[in-house]
């Protein structure tokens, strides 16, 4: 498409300064954004990047994504079921919601258990899990596996059954 002939004032398009502006994302990512196949733009017969005004509404979704803890891969495969001839309606985006719903429970959980559990052993001043008589007990901990074990909760519970540490 030539843009240089003017635009159709049916589909109006942004200039990657503008759409930097209104979008609060630099235009290097915005350019990134493209790379990644998660915008597209138009060029103009001068070879300039123009974006359809739903871009914005793209890149706040993928602000919003990653935001969310998405990886750029996920949120690209979440917006290639959008329409990119227009502009994602409610349901397109309610849709899109729902499915990420679990994602989202999941990582709230988790943050509330770290917050619940971020200072749980310090008080006793022996700072080891290894050794700590109160929260690992025979380091139940280490039979658990590596990483976080208490923290992860009910998906990393192993010897016991038990979920995290003992109350």
Do not use: K
């Not at 003017?6 to 954004?33: C, E, H, K, M, N």
């Not at 700072?127 to 976080?148: F, I, K, M, T």
């Amino acid at each position: 498409m030539d843009l240089d002939a003017g635009p159709d004032p049916a589909q109006p398009v942004l200039t990657i300064g503008a759409l930097s502006a209104r979008s609060g994302v630099a235009a290097s990512a915005i350019r990134f954004y493209e790379a990644r196949g998660l915008i597209r733009s138009l060029r103009s017969g001068g070879g300039q990047r123009r974006y359809a005004r739903g871009t914005l509404r793209r890149i706040a979704f993928v602000r919003v994504a990653q935001q969310v803890g998405l990886s750029l891969d996920e949120i690209r495969e979440a917006l290639s079921g959008l329409p990119e001839e227009r502009t994602p309606t409610a349901e397109d985006w309610r849709v899109l919601a729902a499915a990420w719903r679990p994602r989202i429970d999941r990582r709230i959980g988790l943050l509330q258990r770290l917050r619940d559990q971020l200072d749980g052993c310090i008080g006793c001043g022996c700072l080891s899990l290894a050794h700590c008589g109160l929260a690992n007990p025979g380091d139940v901990a280490g039979r658990r596996g590596a990483g976080p074990r208490y923290l992860l909760g009910g998906a990393a519970a192993g010897a016991g059954g038990e979920a995290g540490p003992p109350e």
